[in-house]
Nanobody, 117 residues
Framework: QVHVVESGGGLVQAGGSLRLSCAAS????????MAWYRQAPGKQRELVAS???????NYAESVTGRFTISRDNARNTVYLQMNSLKPEDTANYLC???????????WGKGTLVTVSS
């Protein structure tokens, strides 16, 4: 019904950059808040960044100044530009989008980001 798919993950060296994308598909979607989470092996899932329908953004302190979240409302797509990557950024990055019409959060399966030192 509603599918959320992330892309853009991969293996990069410390100091490198990646751009993650997350697109939601479905009939008559009305997406409000979009967000990126990450979960490293053996660790808790944490909110990385979020962006409201009005464009207001929030970032985890650990990524502030390095990551930028943006959205394309027409495509129901959210992006995460990741610069100056550190090994501690290594995690599965998951996307969440809230559909107002269905009153429900939708999650992707995640895209893996590995940062080597």
């Amino acid at each position: 019904q509603v599918h959320v798919v992330e892309s853009g993950g991969g293996l990069v060296q410390a100091g490198g950059s990646l751009r993650l994308s997350c697109a939601a598909s479905g009939i008559t979607l009305r997406i409000s808040t979009m967000a990126w989470y990450r979960q490293a092996p053996g660790k808790q899932r944490e909110l990385v960044a979020s962006i409201s329908s009005g464009g207001n953004t929030n970032y985890a302190e650990s990524v502030t100044g390095r990551f930028t979240i943006s959205r394309d409302n027409a495509r129901n797509t959210v992006y995460l530009q990741m610069n100056s990557l550190k090994p501690e950024d290594t995690a599965n990055y998951l996307c969440k989008q809230y559909d107002i019409l269905r009153r429900q959060d939708y999650w992707g399966k995640g895209t893996l980001v590995t940062v080597s030192s």
